[in-house]
């Protein structure tokens, strides 16, 4: 059976055969926002929501979605990619991240299958928005992902109203 040729640090692997990743991220909100802040959330901005407090835009779920692509890739992950020691990130949509880690998987040699991502907290309620939270992080990965959502009925810190969090997978496989 042919193998791919490894991507850096990955172990190779039968040529055609799915890769997946896991990316989990997780986000305080911001102790003392500062006025006009806003959340954002899914590739998407949530006027009169508290924000989440970060290096970039704090945006768990698009965060998630790039850090499941580069480890489905053998990339490393989101800190090791677009660390705080990054300037040039700082303040960075997640949407911008997002798209820079799906071209990155591509440069390696992938094809971006699909991701699905679930954020995990009390606020915002994603269901009205789940359609257009869906086409913005499909249109910044470059491939399908889908949106879900849920809460963890007040247990821990999203439970408590003190963050919110998300975990994603992501399918890629080698390119021709």
Not at 2 to 27: C, N, Q
Not at 116 to 138: C, D, F, W, Y
Request: proline share 7%; glycine share 14%; net charge negative.
């Amino acid at each position: 059976m042919a193998t791919e040729a490894p991507s850096p640090g990955a172990a190779p692997g039968p040529r055609g055969l799915p890769r997946t990743g896991i990316g989990i991220d997780v986000h305080a909100y911001a102790a003392d926002p500062v006025p006009g802040a806003v959340l954002h959330l899914a590739g998407l901005a949530w006027p009169g929501e508290r924000p989440l407090e970060g290096h970039s835009d704090a945006d768990v779920a698009a965060h998630a979605c790039a850090d499941a692509l580069l480890s489905a890739a053998g990339l490393g992950d989101l800190g090791s990619n677009f660390g705080t020691s990054e300037p040039q990130w700082a303040g960075a949509a997640g949407a911008v991240l997002l798209a820079e880690a799906a071209s990155r998987v591509r440069a390696a040699g992938f094809v971006v299958g699909n991701v699905a991502v679930q954020v995990i907290g009390n606020r915002p309620r994603l269901g009205q928005r789940r359609a257009e939270a869906e086409a913005a992080l499909s249109a910044a990965a470059g491939a399908p992902v889908s949106v879900s959502a849920t809460t963890t009925d007040g247990l821990g810190l999203t439970g408590r109203g003190q963050g919110v969090a998300a975990i994603a997978t992501a399918l890629v496989v080698a390119a021709d």
